[in-house]
């Protein structure tokens, strides 16, 4: 048997009437009618709004499908003789790869509004949604409605201060951010970066600490000490300033190993220190260094 809709889709969906599909509905859950549609007319939505879908979630959610098939039915629009996913994208994939022949769903008339504001409420209602990509959806659906925090939560069924606490990990440098999206860094790490205006330095900390190199209190020690930091000597890498094109040939090279890079000395004299956190990043970095020489 399905399982029920979550609450804010639930309710949006009741208010839009169904497409005409020639199929019979199999159930009907919530109200809602549910067919069985040939999976080689559903098409996915380019505009979907989650773009990272992780490869060992995908995998288990296809064997989870194989064996039980599809609980939750995804959500179509009727687009000439295929229908476009509205909400439903990962489990179309797996059951693709498990070799279903057909998909539970609902089919919907929907507008173009519609389908942005399903396909955000239903993606914000997954578990498995990384921060980042939950934080970009709330901070849509926002602004799609002119919606405040407080009315936001309410709309998905989470709380305010969750909404809040999402929302902010908004505030990250990109590449922080790029780690969290990529499961290299967890949220609770990320938001404890959050502070850190020195945006070099809050890339600095979440390389520190990404990969499980450390936990989120030994990061949030660490951020403590260095925005309160015991009075001290100013030590010889705090003398030898980075001209510009230092500090430029630094964020080159971080753009080009995507790990984190450090410079020490001046224009006579230094050193450079490229760092990586597993074998896989070491193999990486020599190719990349393999192709330059070539």
Do not use: W
């Amino acid at each position: 048997m399905a399982k029920k809709i979550g609450r804010g889709l639930s309710e949006l969906l009741a208010n839009i009437e169904d497409a005409r599909v020639s199929a019979a509905p199999v159930e009907v859950v919530d109200g809602e009618k549910i067919y069985n549609i040939d999976i080689n007319s559903v098409i996915p939505n380019p505009e979907q709004p989650r773009k990272h879908f992780g490869e060992k979630e995908q995998k288990e959610l296809e064997e989870s499908i194989r064996v039980h098939g599809i609980i939750q039915p995804l959500i179509l629009v009727k687009e000439g003789e295929y229908y476009k996913i509205v909400a439903g994208e990962r489990r179309y994939r797996a059951a693709m790869g498990a070799g279903l022949q057909t998909v539970p769903a609902i089919v919907k008339q929907l507008t173009a509004q519609n389908i942005r504001e399903i396909s955000l409420i239903e993606n914000l209602q997954r578990e498995n949604l990384n921060a980042i990509e939950e934080a970009e959806a709330l901070k849509e659906l926002a602004e799609l409605y002119n919606l405040t925090q407080e009315a936001l939560a309410a709309r998905i069924g989470k709380s305010r201060p969750s909404v809040a606490n999402t929302m902010r990990l908004l505030l990250l440098d990109d590449e922080v951010k790029s780690l969290v999206r990529t499961d290299r860094l967890s949220a609770g790490h990320a938001r404890t970066l959050i502070p850190i205006e020195n945006k070099e330095m809050q890339i600095d900390f979440a390389y520190s600490a990404c990969d499980g190199q450390m936990t989120v209190r030994e990061l949030e020690l660490k951020v403590r000490n260095y925005l309160n930091p015991p009075q001290k000597r100013m030590t010889e890498t705090e003398k030898n300033r980075l001209t510009l094109e230092m500090r430029n040939l630094v964020d080159d090279m971080k753009r080009i190993f995507s790990t984190k890079v450090r410079m020490v000395g001046n224009e006579n004299k230094g050193r450079l220190y490229i760092d990586y956190y597993t074998k896989d990043d070491l193999q990486r970095i020599y190719e990349l260094i393999d192709k330059l020489k070539q």
